[in-house]
């Protein structure tokens, strides 16, 4: 059965032919990406043909993908995340404090 490659992705998964360019161009062998990510022989050598019978489409769409990554969050998305991250923390804290006081408060009483 031959693999396909379907917008870009290996047929079936969710594997990109951004991700196996992202390991090629790290210097990563076909058996190396079969491992990272992991796929079948087949499908390694099928997103290598796409890419080189693409190379120009997919490269100026993987250089998009990278430049995005190191810009990180917008602002907007790095304050939600913080603000997240805080209530999770008084969550836990209110759990934890809760139940440290309920168990020594108990067992002091005489």
């Known amino acids: 059965m031959s693999v396909i490659i379907t917008n870009n992705r290996i047929d079936g998964l969710r594997v990109t032919v951004y991700d196996v360019l992202h390991y090629l161009e790290a210097g990563r062998s076909q058996q190396e990406i079969m491992d990272i990510l992991p796929l079948t022989l087949k499908q390694v050598e ?26 990180g969050n917008p602002p ?8 997240g991250r805080a209530r999770m923390q008084a ?9 440290g ?6 067992g002091t009483a005489g």
């Open 101 to 106: 006081k309920g168990g020594g408060g108990e």
């Open 46 to 71: 099928a997103a290598v043909r796409h890419i080189d019978q693409h190379r120009e489409e997919v490269s100026a769409v993987h250089r998009r993908i990278e430049d995005r990554i190191e810009r």
């Open 91 to 99: 969550l836990q804290l209110s759990d934890g404090s809760a139940n």
């Open 76 to 83: 907007q998305i790095e304050a939600s995340a913080r603000a």
